[in-house]
């Protein structure tokens, strides 16, 4: 029986290589990408998110084990390719204009990635139309926006706006999020 728990602690330890040998281990002894993604890798970020609400961990150590799950994730994509893990929907993420932030928007792009949605990152200080031909584009069916910046957050309300002006406002749902930027 393999130990998912191992994956879960060296995450929540941000010990990156570790976390790699033990996906690696894992594929090897048949272990599929699905089940060592979802037990061992979104159950470790799980507990990385619990942390941080409770402050245990702190957004520098979040980013660490963020940063080893990507590696972890990178390292599955052939095995989630092949249709092991489908795509769960289609993510646009981005800041709002007038915000330059984006360390918080590259978290949660991460986990949504990891957690097997195909994401979409168009940065930061961008337009509400480049949010619209973005979601058109890429027929995406969730918009993320991120703002720190209280005297951005505005741009969220025009951002949907335009979404629905676009047409398009029941083909997507919308998460707005602020913080660590």
């Given at each position: 029986m393999f130990n998912f728990q191992a994956i879960t602690d060296a995450l929540i330890?941000?010990?990156e290589d570790k976390v790699l040998d033990l996906v690696k281990n894992g594929l090897s002894q048949g272990v599929s990408a699905k089940d060592l993604l979802?037990?061992?890798?979104?159950a470790g970020m799980?507990?990385?998110?619990?942390?941080?609400?409770?402050?245990?961990?702190?957004i520098p150590e979040v980013l660490m084990?963020?940063?080893?799950?990507?590696a972890a994730v990178d390292f599955l994509k052939p095995q989630i390719a092949e249709g092991d893990v489908g795509t769960r929907g289609k993510v646009v993420i981005g800041t709002v204009k007038g915000d330059l932030h984006d360390i918080g928007k590259n978290l949660v792009a991460m986990m949504l990635e990891s957690a097997g949605l195909e994401v979409y990152n168009i940065g930061v200080d961008v337009a509400p139309d480049k949010f619209v031909n973005e979601i058109k584009s890429k027929s995406?069916?969730?918009?993320?926006?991120?703002?720190l910046l209280t005297t951005t957050m505005p741009m969220m309300k025009?951002?949907?706006?335009?979404?629905?002006?676009?047409?398009?406002r029941d083909k997507?749902?919308?998460?707005?999020?602020c913080g660590a930027g």
């Open positions: 330890a941000c010990d979802n037990q061992g890798l979104i799980d507990v990385v998110g619990e942390r941080m609400e409770k402050e245990e961990m702190f084990a963020a940063k080893a799950m990507s995406a069916n969730i918009l993320a926006l991120s703002a025009e951002t949907v706006a335009a979404v629905a002006k676009a047409g398009i997507v749902q919308h998460w707005r999020g």
